[in-house]
């Protein structure tokens, strides 16, 4: 009986949850540490969702509980507490992400371009020194840490679906439109002329490749 429970019981994993949080976001300050309260505050609620993330992806199955208590005998698998049956979209859609599936790697694309765009887009601003940056990343895309965040997001989403990340999404997402419309308004105000230019040529978060974009001057301002 307790072979049985130990085989089909994948949680409480709590060192894994620890090292994988450690890992996942010391990484991330490895190469993009913030420097402002905005970008502190910013990865802040970033690091809230990975907690969430892998907490219920290793430590507690919150919303498998939650679910299977809900739809008790109608629940679609007979044991959903192996790590197997803790996808979510293969669970009630047949869409499976163990490793080296479609959706996997898909997951893992968004993961790691969405790291580099967080990186690259700090890393563009700190080197600015208070000038306007529009170029690098910033010629195709206005937010690059944004659109960054939320591919990591939606990786994440694809790869480990649960209720409290599925939850919490939108509303890191919204913020992140509030907070990059807030950055917008200094900016403009610093760099009136320039940064409307700017603004007419670059897209704020889906990048449009061309030619204008990167013949442009690459830096302007004070």
């Keep these: 009986m307790h072979e049985a429970h130990a085989t089909s019981y994948a949680y409480g994993l709590w060192p894994l949850v620890v090292v994988n949080i450690g890992l996942f976001i010391g990484f991330l300050l490895s190469f993009a540490k913030p420097n402002s309260k905005v970008e502190w505050r910013s990865l802040g609620v970033f690091s809230a969702f990975i907690v969430a993330l892998f907490v219920e992806m290793y430590g507690f ?12 005998s109608n629940y679609p698998v007979d044991q959903p507490f192996t790590h197997a ?8 859609f047949g869409v499976h992400s163990d490793h080296g599936t ?27 020194q208070g000038k306007l940056v529009n170029s690098g990343v910033y010629a195709y895309v206005r ?4 659109v960054g965040f939320i591919a990591v997001i939606v990786g994440f989403l694809i790869q480990w ?17 509030h907070l990059a419309k807030k950055e917008e308004a200094v900016v403009a105000a610093e760099f009136p002329e320039a940064y409307e230019a700017y603004r007419k040529r670059v897209p704020a978060w889906i990048p449009r490749i061309s030619r204008k974009n990167i013949e442009e001057p690459k830096n302007s301002g004070a």
């Design 161 to 177: 679906p649960t209720l409290v990340t599925v939850i919490m999404a939108p509303i890191l997402i919204v913020r992140y439109i």
């Design 143 to 146: 937010h690059p840490q944004y």
């Design 61 to 72: 199955p919150l919303t498998i509980y939650a679910l299977a208590s809900w739809l008790g």
């Design 85 to 92: 049956n803790g996808h979510l979209l293969g669970v009630f």
């Design 102 to 128: 479609v959706l996997h790697l898909l997951s893992n694309l968004f993961i790691v371009s969405g790291a580099i765009l967080i990186a690259q887009g700090w890393s563009a601003i700190h080197k600015g």
